[in-house]
């Protein structure tokens, strides 16, 4: 096989790894502190109604998964306005965050009577604007180097900082609530400001310590009108699914993640109805996830840049299912939780389990990073922005149908709900939700990790083919043709993509064209399809 020129890229430093890691207190942080706390600010200080509290975090939820695929298509077409060429395409929503998420973010807090279009307008906002810059973050990796191990360390400094954003919004409630009482809505405001301190400097030092790709034609993304625009928006998210390195990317996230939001889900019912144990024991033995995950994070990270992701990740779903399967034999076997010894065995399961689970939420975050270099062969183009609005709008519907599924489940087994004036015994639910539980640990949790490992088994995307994807599609760039692509090269490109070679780098219908590209290409497939390069 020829050697393959990969492209000087500028060097990666601790600082950028730090400054880029810090993005993540907002990613993991925003809407963890509005979850935990909004519904109780409302209804308590704000005289809204449950129904009123619900619904204005519904309707931001559902704006949110409509504007993920929006977010990603004006970030990957911002280079055509002075203010992305200016500023970039993905660090000007960026910069916009500083002062947005300063503001917003008090603003939230404070109390205003009859105030429930205020709150409906804030909160909507601020989710809106999460989204908008979220979505230009997760791709700023994948626009700053090319360097396996290099992208390796900015993800794993985000996971890193996306823990330490779980402890703060866990812990600086508290802090607040201790220094002007538990019944004084200024807590919330306070504590709003310092979260908004918080993530208007995190943004700031991203802004301050990354870089974008220099604009070219694959980072200029045109389109003649609106309609076109609106055409251009649903056939780019869709297309996403045409290549092959993002199906089985898609499988190791949701599956994955699946697994880890069932299992969270089922856990606190597993402690209370399965052990017959307090609700403190299972916030005990959740609280020192954050920690665990830390740890695995850590390894990981030094581990990938070492062997690339599908061992560990595959490793990791092994180490989940057989933690699914021990809580469930606990279950089955009616282990004495509440004795020193059984104590000691959940502890055990519930540190290994966490040590795993680290790894099953960073990889796939990871590896993201890769799939814009397998499309770049099919498409041409960089489409950071439109993988990562897909990722997000899928681990959406994802999540919400994790939820629903337990919810289903355990209705159908017959579990009784508790109420303030009848609070029901754990003793006193049916046998068959005992049961249900347990076969939600194996079957759901269990049955998604495997699935998981089958995607990370059929992922072909490693360190080495993305360097030879990289050097390939260079090479095209600067003039090189495709007749004269190496054999092994080809395979590889087939491999990572799922698509024939000879109608790579734009000669195909994937993504997004122009009426005119649209009808020059389909003409030309039959012939280029019968084409043999690399002979």
Partial sequence: MAEQAVPQQRKVGFLTRLGYGSGN???SGALAISASWLTIFYTTYCGLSMAQATFIYSFALIADVVMNPIAGFISDSFNNTKLGRRFGRRRFFILMAVPALGILNPLMWIVVPGGFW????????????YTTVMIPYDALPAEMTGDFKERTYLSGLRSIFGKGANFLTAALPGVFFVTFGEKN?????YMGLAFGVIMAGAMLFVYLTTWERPVDDTTMEKVDNPLEALKKLFVD???????????HLLGMYLFGFGAEWLFNSTFSYYVVYVLMLQKSNASWWQSLSPILQVVSTLGVMFLIAKIGFRKPYIIAECVIITCAIAYAACGFFHLDASSAAGMVAITSIVVVFGLGTGAVYYIPWQTYLFVADA???????RREGTFSAAMHLCGKLMNSAVVAILGTALAAAGFIESTADNQVAAADQPAAVHTTILLVLVIG??????LGMLSAHLMKMDKKNDEIAIAECERIKNGGRMEDVDPEVKRI???LTGVQYEICFGHNTVGYHTPEELARIKAELPERKALNFGK
């Avoid at 949790?445 to 495997?450: I, K, P, R």
């Fill in 25 to 27: 207190l907002v990613g």
């Fill in 118 to 129: 205020y709150y409906f307008v804030i909160y909507l906002v601020y989710n809106l604007i």
């Fill in 185 to 189: 809505p200024m807590a919330f405001f």
């Fill in 237 to 247: 998210i869709f297309s996403t699914l045409r290549i092959r390195t993002f199906r």
């Fill in 375 to 381: 499309d770049e062969i099919v498409t041409g183009r």
């Fill in 445 to 450: 949790v269990g049955g998604l990790s495997l």
């Fill in 493 to 495: 490109c087939e491999e």
